[in-house]
């Protein structure tokens, strides 16, 4: 896997972390990104390299600039640099991005008031676009991780084994690879998570999405209460354009619908969904912070993570706990299930 580089900061941090970073009684080690770990994988940190200079730095953080002007300017230097490493005859398989401090706060959300409706710009989202409008595969750095010890743990960063996990998962998948996969499901079984967002510009109307393994957007509907949630002929149209794309690439009818939510199902959206799931084996799942409920067991430590309960209709999980090869609970907050 090679690497390639967009910014002001050098490699050695991650060709450090890739050889494995210690932990502590907190953390676990990290196993390092090599050919005979976990991931099977190296990552090349000789790859080809894109500096943003100085000049351009001052330019775009330059007195009196209008935050928005500065914003689209450094959109427009990184997407430069995107550019050339796009045109390379083997172009990286992920390409790390490294940003002042200074830039980074400064741009991270940019906002812009136009005729009563607010926008909200985002870096992170601006530099994703242009990534994929290139074919390229990006994954940011904060230019003080990057310049940081790894063997002092000093930092007020997050733990260098916990960053090193996160980050080398992050871009081994980007790069294709799976680093897990679900076991115990049956198979053909087609889970869709359902989401809600707004269209830019408009204030009055949400439009749905569901995405598994694809993503599908639905037509815009308007909703007054606290929840999005779309009318029955909308939440009907959704599913079964699904299902009629499930068909189109697995080339066959899922015997086994999940649809998956964050928020509860209301009355209308909940009747068009099963409208449109009448003929196939279905389950609903809501799933939500439990505020109300807390589980406890014997001895000194909070439940063990990954613990489920049943009580009533209603089912518990813990996806933080108790972890067996720490010895501990590695938090210092109260354990909520959802």
Same mark, same amino acid.
């Given at each position: 896997?090679?690497?390639?580089?967009?910014?002001?900061?050098?490699?050695?941090?991650?060709?450090?972390?890739?050889?494995?970073?210690?932990?502590?009684?907190?953390?676990?080690?990290?196993?390092?990104?090599?050919?005979?770990?976990?991931?099977?994988?190296?990552?090349?940190?000789?790859?080809?390299?894109?500096?943003?200079?100085?000049?351009?730095?001052?330019?775009?953080?330059?007195?009196?600039?209008?935050?928005?002007?500065?914003?689209?300017?450094?959109?427009?230097?990184?997407?430069?640099?995107?550019?050339?490493?796009?045109?390379?005859?083997? %172009? !990286?398989?992920?390409?790390?991005?490294? @940003?002042? #401090?200074?830039?980074?706060? *400064? /741009?991270?959300?940019?906002?812009? +008031?136009?005729?009563?409706?607010?926008?909200?710009?985002?870096?992170?989202?601006?530099?994703?676009?242009?990534?994929?409008?290139?074919?390229?595969?990006?994954?940011?750095?904060?230019?003080?991780?990057?310049?940081?010890?790894?063997?002092?743990?000093?930092?007020?960063?997050?733990?260098?084994?916990?960053?090193?996990?996160?980050?080398?998962?992050?871009?081994?998948?980007?790069?294709?690879?799976?680093?897990?996969?679900?076991?115990?499901?049956?198979?053909?079984?087609?889970?869709?998570?359902?989401?809600?967002?707004?269209?830019?510009?408009?204030?009055?109307?949400?439009?749905?999405?569901?995405?598994?393994?694809?993503?599908?957007?639905?037509?815009?509907?308007?909703?007054?209460?606290?929840?999005?949630? %779309? !009318?029955?002929?909308?939440?009907?149209? @959704?599913? #079964?354009?699904?299902?009629? *794309? /499930?068909?189109?690439?697995?080339? +066959?009818?899922?015997?086994?619908?999940?649809?998956?939510?964050?928020?509860?199902?209301?009355?209308?959206?909940?009747?068009?969904?099963?409208?449109?799931?009448?003929?196939?084996?279905?389950?609903?799942?809501?799933?939500?912070?439990?505020?109300?409920?807390?589980?406890?067991?014997?001895?000194?430590?909070?439940?063990?993570?990954?613990?489920?309960?049943?009580?009533?209709?209603?089912?518990?999980?813990?996806?933080?706990?108790?972890?067996?090869?720490?010895?501990?609970?590695?938090?210092?907050?109260?354990?909520?299930?959802?």
């Amino acid at each position: 896997m090679t690497a390639g580089f967009i910014g002001t900061a050098e490699s050695t941090w991650l060709s450090r972390a890739a050889e494995g970073v210690d932990g502590d009684d907190e953390h676990h080690p990290f196993c390092g990104f090599q050919p005979d770990g976990p991931f099977a994988s190296r990552l090349r940190t000789d790859g080809p390299e894109a500096k943003i200079t100085a000049a351009e730095i001052r330019a775009v953080t330059a007195d009196r600039r209008r935050r928005l002007d500065g914003f689209n300017q450094l959109l427009d230097v990184i997407d430069d640099r995107l550019r050339r490493l796009a045109g390379l005859d083997a %172009p !990286p398989s992920v390409v790390f991005i490294t @940003l002042p #401090s200074e830039i980074s706060k *400064r /741009y991270w959300a940019v906002h812009q +008031r136009n005729r009563g409706v607010e926008t909200v710009w985002n870096l992170r989202a601006g530099i994703k676009a242009r990534a994929m409008h290139r074919g390229l595969r990006t994954q940011l750095l904060q230019q003080e991780t990057v310049e940081s010890d790894l063997d002092a743990h000093t930092s007020d960063l997050e733990h260098h084994a916990d960053l090193a996990w996160n980050l080398f998962t992050a871009i081994y998948f980007k790069a294709g690879g799976f680093p897990w996969t679900p076991v115990g499901l049956a198979e053909g079984t087609c889970h869709l998570g359902v989401t809600f967002y707004r269209q830019h510009g408009e204030r009055s109307t949400m439009r749905t999405s569901v995405a598994q393994a694809f993503v599908l957007r639905g037509s815009p509907f308007e909703w007054k209460s606290k929840w999005p949630h %779309p !009318p029955v002929e909308e939440a009907s149209r @959704l599913i #079964s354009d699904v299902i009629g *794309r /499930y068909k189109q690439t697995m080339g +066959r009818t899922p015997p086994h619908i999940v649809i998956h939510k964050q928020s509860r199902f209301f009355p209308e959206e909940r009747e068009g969904f099963e409208d449109a799931l009448s003929s196939y084996e279905y389950d609903l799942v809501a799933l939500a912070p439990a505020t109300g409920v807390r589980m406890m067991r014997h001895g000194e430590y909070p439940p063990s993570r990954g613990t489920y309960v049943s009580l009533g209709d209603r089912r518990y999980l813990y996806t933080i706990g108790y972890v067996p090869s720490l010895g501990c609970y590695p938090h210092g907050h109260v354990l909520a299930p959802v």
